[in-house]
T-cell receptor, first 114, second 112 residues
Framework: DAMVIQNPRYQVTQFGKPVTLSCSQT?????MYWYQQKSSQAPKLLFH???????NEADTPDNFQSRRPNTSFCFLDIRSPGLGDAAMYLC?????????????FGDGTRLSIL | QKEVEQDPGPLSVPEGAIVSLNCTYS??????FMWYRQYSRKGPELLMY????GNKEDGRFTAQVDKSSKYISLFIRDSQPSDSATYLC????????????FGKGTKLSVIP
């Protein structure tokens, strides 16, 4: 039973062409995260939503934006993808209404840039 | 010095062996510790979650935390080929802090 679902699993886009990745969750968690993971590297947090409050990491490029229209869905928009943005993008969720809950990840979207 | 150090491997063991995976950290404020398993082309899957020094066991997996030495371990007993994956340690400072600090991951291969 998939609880954090990411679509599509694989995405190919052209250099500079905007792309949107989506994430949905059935856990009713109030916090959602987007990570970037490059080959053989640890996931890097881009931003997170606590309910509707958006929190950007200081070193996340302006090229990356996010939307969370409701509790279940969150989107990652890359406005003008560059070759360096090719990576796995991971969505995660956690419940921060109950302390000490870990993050649960989706299976990711692998983004390729032509 | 990185906040979390994890040997990237690769680590190859025969089926049935006991596997020991380790991370060291420098920030004494870390309070919560996790181990994730990541198969190729998949997202990280939570294996163990603990916040106190000592051992926590779940089936063939045991997580060990030594806060005085800033050292955590994951032991896998009776390793199986299906355990072949990358294992990531992760930690956070306190409840309400959303930032996870990950190790780089150790790639494990269990040979039949």
């Amino acid at each position: 039973d998939a609880m954090v679902i990411q679509n599509p699993r694989y995405q190919v886009t052209q250099f500079g062409k905007p792309v949107t990745l989506s994430c949905s969750q059935t856990l009713n968690h109030n916090v959602m995260y987007w990570y970037q993971q490059k080959s053989s590297q640890a996931p890097k947090l881009l931003f997170h939503y606590y309910d509707k409050d958006f929190n950007n990491e200081a070193d996340t490029p302006d090229n990356f934006q996010s939307r969370r229209p409701n509790t279940s869905f969150c989107f990652l928009d890359i406005r003008s993808p560059g070759l360096g943005d090719a990576a796995m993008y991971l969505c995660a969720t956690s419940s921060e209404d109950r302390d000490n809950q870990p993050q649960h990840f989706g299976d990711g979207t692998r983004l390729s840039i032509l | 010095q990185k906040e979390v150090e994890q040997d990237p491997g690769p680590l190859s063991v025969p089926e049935g062996a006991i596997v020991s995976l380790n991370c060291t950290y420098s920030n004494s404020a870390f309070q919560y510790f996790m181990w994730y398993r990541q198969y190729s082309r998949k997202g990280p899957e939570l294996l163990m979650y603990t916040y106190s020094s000592g051992n926590k066991e779940d089936g063939r997996f045991t997580a060990q935390v030594d806060k005085s030495s800033k050292y955590i371990s994951l032991f896998i007993r009776d390793s199986q080929p299906s355990d072949s994956a990358t294992y990531l340690c992760a930690m956070r400072v306190e409840a309400g802090s959303y930032q996870l600090t990950f190790g780089k991951g150790t790639k494990l291969s269990v040979i039949p």
